[in-house]
């Protein structure tokens, strides 16, 4: 419904630069409410120019730091900035997250900068399907640039940074991460790599043992290189060759065809999911006496997936 | 069908004993073929019987000695034990984990004993698909203890680790990894904690930290309080405290209604899954023109997942 014009509705408040407003829209969406539907079919129209950016990376390799400095390179290049920290992780690890952000206030007092931690309130679902609206909602808000970080480099980050159009792995010296990156399958979403305190003085050897690593895939003709860029957070160094690379990997994007592709297949991903909650929410009253039939024996799960299914269609 | 009395079916054969039938029906269960079906359906009255072990832990904290330790007392005591080595990351490690799985193979010539490498083929609903399958196929065949060891600690590793009764959680000196623990969340899954490398100088460095971190949660009256055993799974100290904590927690699942809690809780989960599973293989054909509109910001992702539900009913 279109609210009068002398009464602008909290929507056109929120996207129309209300920072408050804006807070409590994405309060709605991390609290998956209902009312969460209508306002991203309302907003849907605004959606789509904006360049969402993964930043992620292993505890203590400097991920806050980085996005704060980075929010401060494309500021001082006049772009709106939203920054959207999601930690998938545990409660357990709430408070260093918060504690996290706190260094990021300086660019409080910016209104051209947002920024927003999500933390995973009950199960992972939750916050892989909060996640995508939020970036709608900033999107549609006018940020031209959406910063995603997460915490850790587990496969809820991987899942969390491939809602991104560009995803960015942060490493740093004597963390021995490129190997635990590598095992955490993150190597194969990056689509650039930045080694930070590269003031270190075994910062080279994490470039070289990337390297080595990396020599292992193909790069097929037209593809993208995942370049390595050094830098230090903590004194701006490198930040200039980290937004040269990223707008480097942006213009790829559009060119390849690749940006849609990879905005098709998050769509895909995205409808599945939904598709699933919708599902888990109308078997939910149904499926406890199944779960008991299956847990003593008497029926096989296969069977009682059938029967969740059938009467899903009610 | 029911073969005749003179030759035994595949199943039978697997099912009585025969190392290479079971093995060959492991392998439908990992490749996801259609067969299991009707395999779960026919050996589901035989199973019920088995106690699952999960053990989990980050790399080099000692998993695979460790289980072969623990396979070692478990059959000391006579009884027949199966191990199911999971790894849910990405194909990278793939070779190391093979590696580990040579140095348990003194038990290889032990009919009581059978071991198993699970790798994900492909994406992760497989693995977490094929292992409660895998676990029915060990349990009706007769082996009294199942042990899931998994490598690592992140969200993958606590989902396989949640299929278990008991889980038991790893850790060793010099690897920080109690801190690397309670990020990843596996500190709220753990059954026991078993600090390995106990003749390490800074073992009792990681039973305070552990202590420390531990005190936080509570316990209720009748409540399981997860307890540290210190042991060096290379020597065998501390396997029989080992093998005492992890027959008392089977004690307390049994007599408190745990047990059945949680199997109930896993049937939920797997009929849930399955459900999904069989969603997406029903509407792969039909999602990529809703997931095109959404992508383009035509149709919000909600509806689409709204129609893919209705056009799963055919």
Not at 111 to 135: D, K, Y
Not at 154 to 178: C, F, K, M, N, R
Not at 262 to 278: D, K, N, Q, V
Not at 283 to 299: F, I, M, S, Y
């Amino acid at each position: 419904m279109a609210s009068p014009a002398h009464a602008p509705s909290e929507l056109d408040r929120a996207l129309n630069g209300d920072v408050r407003a804006l807070a409590r829209l994405l309060s709605l969406v991390e609290d998956g409410s209902p009312r969460i539907r209508e306002v991203i079919a309302d907003l849907l129209p605004r959606t789509g120019q904006a360049r969402i950016i993964g930043l992620t990376g292993a505890p203590g390799v400097g991920k806050s730091t980085m996005t704060g400095a980075l929010v401060g390179a494309f500021r001082a290049a006049g772009r709106r900035v939203a920054v959207l920290a999601v930690d998938p992780t545990s409660p357990f690890t709430g408070g260093a997250l918060l504690g996290d952000r706190i260094r990021m206030q300086e660019h409080a007092t910016d209104e051209a900068v947002f920024i927003r931690s999500m933390a995973s309130r009950g199960h992972l679902g939750g916050l892989a399907a909060a996640t995508p609206q939020a970036i709608r909602v900033l999107d549609a808000a006018g940020f031209e640039l959406i910063i995603i970080e997460t915490v850790g480099v587990g496969q809820a980050e991987v899942a969390i940074a491939s809602l991104a159009d560009s995803v960015a792995v942060l490493l740093a010296p004597g963390l021995g991460d490129a190997i635990q990156a590598a095992k955490a399958g993150i190597l194969e979403v990056a689509d650039l790599f930045v080694v930070n305190k590269a003031d270190k003085p075994d910062a080279q050897q994490v470039v070289r043992d990337l390297r080595n690593m990396l020599a292992l895939g193909t790069v097929e003709p037209g593809g993208w290189k995942p370049p390595i860029i050094t830098a230090t957070a903590t004194t701006g160094e490198g930040l200039a060759e980290l937004v040269t690379a990223l707008d480097a990997h942006w213009d790829w994007l559009c060119a390849s065809g690749e940006l849609k592709r990879r905005r098709h297949a998050r769509a895909r991903e995205e409808i599945t999911m939904l598709a699933f909650a919708a599902l888990r929410d109308r078997v939910t009253g149904n499926v406890d006496e199944l779960a008991a039939r299956v847990a003593d024996g008497t029926l096989d799960p296969f069977q009682a997936a059938e029967e969740v299914l059938a009467r899903g269609q009610d």
